[in-house]
């Protein structure tokens, strides 16, 4: 079966540091991986999401960005985080067809001091 | 590009009170629609996905949504909830097109009171 794994499920940073939140897969190949984040009253927001190594498309200008070095890991990074980069970030997968749900790993509560 | 609407922000209810929960999308072409739900403490989970067919879908924990397609809406609902039931619920929708994103609305938090 397929599994989904997201780390750290905590993480405080201060202003100005780096970030990498890492999220892999297993059980499938060549899945479609995504991050979310996800704010109260806002609900998920779309990050970036990537159909393949090396290809990665970004929904919202901000602060952050991503790749996928891997067929199922899926990397989130900032050179220097702000204050409002604070937020529950969650990555998904699905299968690369039409007609599928995503699946989404535990999420990452990032806290930037 | 597809959007979703969630009309209420926050509902509450008692036990055995019925529930509908309102969403709305914004995309011409065909979709695949979801309704996900966040028990406190959880990750998302799927309650129910609606591709093709019947537009009446059942899902788990007794819930069904309808999807409407001359009002673009995919409500869910459930005839009696439950304490448990208390969570936040999101609706979702995606083009039927192979590498196309889910798209979510801003969520409904339901508190069900025993």
Request: aromatic letters at 12%; a positive charge.
């Amino acid at each position: 079966s397929q599994t989904i794994h997201q780390w750290p499920a905590t993480l405080v940073q201060p202003v100005g540091s780096p970030l990498s939140l890492e999220c892999t897969v297993e059980g499938t190949s060549n899945p479609n991986l995504y991050w979310y984040r996800q704010a109260a009253g806002r609900g998920l927001q779309l990050l970036f999401y990537s159909v393949g190594i090396g290809q990665i498309s970004s929904e919202v200008p901000q602060n952050l960005s991503a790749s996928r070095p891997q067929d199922r890991q899926f990397i989130l990074s900032s050179k220097k985080l702000l204050l409002s980069d604070s937020g529950f970030y969650l990555c998904a997968w699905s299968i690369g067809t039409v007609n599928t749900e995503a699946f989404f790993g535990q999420g990452t509560r990032l806290t930037v001091v | 590009a597809q959007s979703v609407s969630q009309h209420n922000h926050h509902v509450i209810l008692s036990e055995a009170a019925s529930l509908e929960l309102g969403c709305n999308y914004s995309y011409g072409g065909t979709v695949n629609l979801f309704w996900y739900v966040q028990y406190p403490g959880q990750h998302l989970q799927l309650l129910l996905k609606y591709f093709s067919g019947d537009p009446l879908v059942k899902g788990i924990k007794g819930f069904e949504a309808e999807f409407i397609k001359s009002k673009f809406s995919f409500n869910l609902r459930k005839p009696s909830v439950q304490w448990s039931d208390t969570a936040e619920y999101f609706c979702a929708v995606k083009t039927n097109q192979a590498g196309t994103a889910l798209i979510f609305g801003k969520g409904t938090t339901l508190s069900v009171s025993s």
